[in-house]
Every structure is written in C-alpha cells, then in structure tokens.
C-alpha cells in the first residue's frame, strides 16, 4: 500500500543545474499537486494536475515545469535551479479536485548551493 | 481572496495537559473546506479531518476535538490530555469551491511540544 511515492528524499544541487522529482501515486487518483514548504510560510501550491495531460499553475509557479502522462506519475522539474528553490517539496494527490483530502508524499528535501 | 492564520508559532506544555490550536480563515466564497494536517518530526503530512462549510457539527475523535465556528471564522484544534507523541506542526488549510482548482492555502503551521 504505497500511496504517493517521491524520489529522491535528499538532493543537493548547484545554482543553475536542472534535475526532476518524481512523484507517483498508486491510488487511481485523479488529482496530482506539487507544494514547497518554507520556514514560516506554510505549504505554497506550485502547479497541479486534474488528470493525465492537463496540469495548471498554482501559486509560485516560476521555474518549475511540470507534465501528466500518465495518471499515476507527476514529475516536477526545475529548469535553472537558484538558491530561492531551496525548500522541501511535497506531491499530494486525491480522487479529485472537489476537495477531497489530500494525501501527501514523504516529501523531498532540496538544497541549492 | 483566501487566507487562513495561525497565530501561534509554538506551543510548549507537559504531558497530560489539554492544548487548543487556533485556526483562522478568510474567504468570501459560501462553499470552502476546511482542513487539519500533522506534521510530526519525521516530516510527513498526515491528514486529521476535513469540515465543509454547511457543516458546524463539532467533531470528536479519541482525544482530538475540532470547533467550527462561521461567527468568528475558526476552525480551532483541541488536543485533551496530550502526549509526547502529539508533538508535531499542526497546520490548517483552506480549499475553496470556487475556481475549482482543488487548491489548499495553508496556514504559517502552530509547532507543539509536548514534554514529558
């Protein structure tokens, strides 16, 4: 009973590589979400996916690029990574949009240098 | 547009104590969801209850309390006879019907210690 599985756990990049988490969910969920945790800041939506081949922008979406092909993966990739990205970045997914709770991943902790 | 506000940071008592976790929304749409989250050290989040705004039924579950209150836009967390093992961030969130995009904005999170 996976649920929603994120790899890596730890990532240090440099300033200016590319590199995706990957996200997966074995729940037949429709409904796949990337958000950043930062110290005082709560969870922030970066973009979400209401099923495969449709994905839209959520709150901070600049740098991240996102796709839906199939309906269990969500992989989020950050083009150009900055020291700003640093944060830890969680998929949450659930059946669907209708505000559902949301079920989360372990999570990925992401260090820029 | 939508905002939800955890005034406390942190919370520190010991054991067996009883601790209320505050919880404040903003939103102008009539339908919104309202939800708790536990962080605990390990850093997953792990889903605790989910309210619809029709909905102002308290709600009790073991040792874990919610009071939805649409007066004072609120949606507080009690935790009655605490244990180490609550010793986690707490966060509320808030989705909206509105939009559609199954979007929830978090609260800045209440860190609660419990000791011993």
Not at chain 1, 26 to 34: A, L, R, V
Not at chain 1, 42 to 56: E, K, N, P, Q, W
Not at chain 2, 30 to 45: A, C, R, V
Request: glycine residues 6%.
């Amino acid at each position: 009973n996976a649920g929603v599985t994120q790899t890596p756990k730890f990532q240090v990049l440099k300033t200016g590589q590319s590199m995706t988490l990957q996200c997966a969910q074995d729940m037949n969920h429709e409904y796949m979400s990337w958000y950043r945790q930062d110290p005082g800041m709560g969870l922030r939506l970066i973009h979400y996916s209401v099923g495969a081949g449709i994905t839209d922008q959520g709150e901070v979406p600049n740098g991240y690029n996102v796709s839906r092909s199939t309906t269990e993966d969500f992989p989020l990739r950050l083009l150009s990574a900055a020291p700003s990205q640093t944060s830890v970045y969680f998929c949450a997914s659930s059946r669907d949009r209708s505000n559902q709770p949301q079920h989360f991943g372990d999570g990925t902790r992401l260090s820029i240098l | 547009a939508q905002k939800v506000t955890q005034a406390q940071t942190e919370i520190s008592v010991v054991e067996k104590e009883d601790v209320t976790l505050d919880c404040v929304y903003e939103t102008r749409d009539t339908t919104y969801y309202l939800f708790w989250y536990k962080q605990p050290p390990s850093g997953e989040l792990v889903f605790l209850i989910r309210r619809n705004s029709f909905d102002e039924q308290n709600e009790i579950s073991g040792r874990y309390s919610w009071n939805f209150q649409k007066s004072t836009s609120s949606f507080n967390f009690t935790i009655t006879a605490s244990q180490v093992v609550d010793s986690a961030v707490y966060f509320c969130a808030l989705s909206v019907r509105s939009g559609n995009t199954g979007k929830l904005i978090f609260g800045q999170g209440t860190t609660l210690q419990v000791k011993p």
